[in-house]
């Protein structure tokens, strides 16, 4: 995971813990809001300063998913019959997410409002 500080002033304490991201006092679980296609998650500043998913007016940090690819996973067999009435057996797959590569998360954290500041523009 990298971690970056886009502007100086207070910021917000992120730990990583398995797939489990803590920014403050709110957690995210990283595998539960990637999926297949790259995304962003925004964390917001709310009126008490603490991180929210809830839109505020103050963007306190950013989370930037990597896509997670479709692989197949071997499932057991299926068995048909062929033209000539011959069971056949073949090989079946499930695809499913491939696992989240927490290497690329990464996690832009921004100034902080001053305590008592409302709004503004961040």
Known sequence: MVVERVCGGRCW????EGSLLRIGGLE???EALSGPES?????YAGADGAPTLEATDWLGAE????GRPLEAVPAGEQVY?????QEVRTPAYEY???PLNLELVQVRLFG????GE???EG
């Open 63 to 66: 989370v930037l998913l990597p």
């Open 81 to 85: 019959e062929d033209e000539e009435g």
């Open 28 to 30: 995210l679980d990283l």
């Open 96 to 98: 499913r997410m491939a």
């Open 39 to 43: 995304c962003r998650v925004a964390v």
């Open 13 to 16: 304490e992120v730990a990583l």
């Open 112 to 115: 902080l409002p001053l305590q």
């Open 118 to 120: 409302q709004g503004g």
